[in-house]
């Protein structure tokens, strides 16, 4: 069996007898153009070294949405609000709780603010208890089991919103 220069080798003397340079230059750019119009559609990862989020990640429905990452309690998107506003009949809390939360879209860590919104009974839809970098119960700021409707008049629970604050810093 012949060596792979060999191959080679002979490859290149039958393309010299066969083809003129011409003609090798423009099938080579046409192979080029061709594979140019086709990358679009090919199933390649195009994250480009970005940190990849899953699709739920950018769900405000879902527990695993990113800036959940500290939330206890119902999401307010499941209770007739948004994530980000209470629903009507409720009142935010007039203290909150904060965590730090990286977004698997753009790999950036976040300073994630959440209230519960106040005024109503338990929504009971969404459960969702992500605890990421939580702190013991006596470091109230950061600690996510409290009823934070305890400044309120109305104190009951409804559900809990969430506000980004800002970017953390490294």
């Given amino acids: 069996m012949p060596s792979f220069d060999d191959q080679v080798a002979g490859f290149a003397r039958r393309l010299a007898t066969h083809a003129s340079r011409r003609g090798v230059l423009s099938r080579l750019g046409r192979v080029m153009l061709g594979a140019a119009a086709l990358t679009p559609v090919l199933p390649i990862e195009r994250n ?57 879209h753009d790999g950036r860590d976040y300073l994630v603010s959440y209230t519960d919104c106040c005024g109503k009974s338990s929504c009971g839809m969404c459960d969702c208890h992500g605890n990421v970098r939580e702190r013991p119960g006596y470091s109230m700021g950061v600690h996510n089991d409290s009823n934070w409707c305890m400044a309120n008049k109305n104190v009951s629970y409804h559900c809990t919103i969430s506000v980004i604050v800002g970017v953390a810093d490294q």
Avoid: I
């Fill in 48 to 104: 480009f070294g970005r940190a990849q989020a899953n699709e739920h990640q950018m769900d405000a429905t879902k527990c695993d949405y990113w800036k959940y990452c500290s939330m206890d309690g119902q999401l307010c998107a499941c209770c007739g609000g948004s994530g980000h506003e209470c629903p009507a009949g409720t009142e935010a809390g007039k203290v909150s709780w904060v965590g730090t939360c990286r977004n698997g």
